[in-house]
């Protein structure tokens, strides 16, 4: 049973420039939401895509946008990258109206130079 | 809003002993639902137990057992005969069950250390 799968493991990339992270959810899963890890600190949220639309947005800039695709996965766009944004990208899914918990990816690595 | 409190960053444990890590958490609302994750070096945040606002009951996984005070808004984790794979990031999360508001709310972590 495939778990959450994120792509890349790592990235480095230049401040100013754009990335584009992906996470495919777990099989049966129709929920995904992306959370923000900087070191040393616990996971903020994101934002939650479901139905392809944006459900909840936590406190992020509009350059963090994200998009849902018919089957599920997900990607994760940041615009105009700061040294700010350098952080542990992880991705969860679960099953929308569910209660158990959200299964969480291994993250994307991202670091801005 | 949220928030949810671990007042302590690192915590250590003989192997096959007990530990208990601490977490307070803040909220108007009179239900919802509580998480510890547990976050290894290769980064996946496992979810180790949850509990229901609405239960009175303390939820039990095994070695893990929480000790939930909702008056107290507390909740912590008890981890029994602690192994070495039980070293870890550990985090508390809050979640609302509202109907749209289901964002993970995560404390700062503890850092749990097994010596052998």
């Known amino acids: ?61 509009d350059r963090f946008s994200g998009h849902q695709f018919p089957n599920y996965s997900s990607e994760l766009n940041v615009n105009a990258l700061l040294l700010g944004d350098s952080a542990l990208y992880l991705c969860a899914s679960t099953t929308f109206g569910a209660n158990y918990g959200y299964t969480f990816g291994s993250g994307t690595r991202l670091t801005v130079v | 809003a949220q928030t949810v409190t671990q007042s302590q960053p690192e915590m250590s444990v003989q192997e096959a002993e007990t530990v208990t890590l601490s977490c307070t958490y803040d909220t108007s609302e009179s239900d919802y639902y509580l998480f510890w994750y547990k976050q290894p070096p290769s980064r996946q945040m496992i979810l180790v137990i949850r509990q229901e606002a609405y239960k009175q009951q303390n939820a039990t996984e095994n070695r893990f057992s929480v000790n939930f005070q909702k008056a107290a808004k507390s909740f912590s984790l008890k981890i029994s005969d602690s192994q070495l794979g039980d070293a870890a990031m550990y985090f508390c999360a809050y979640r609302s069950a509202n109907f749209g508001n289901e964002k993970l709310t995560f404390g700062t972590g503890t850092r749990l250390t097994i010596i052998p």
């Not at chain 1, 100013?16 to 890890?37: A, F």
């Open chain 1, 1 to 61: 049973d495939a778990g959450v799968t994120q792509s890349p493991t790592h990235l480095i990339k230049t401040r100013g420039q754009q990335v584009t992270l992906r996470c495919s959810p777990k099989s049966g899963h129709d929920t995904v939401s992306w959370y923000q890890q900087a070191l040393g600190q616990g996971p903020q949220f994101i934002f939650q895509y479901y139905e392809e639309e944006e459900r909840q947005r936590g406190n992020f800039p």
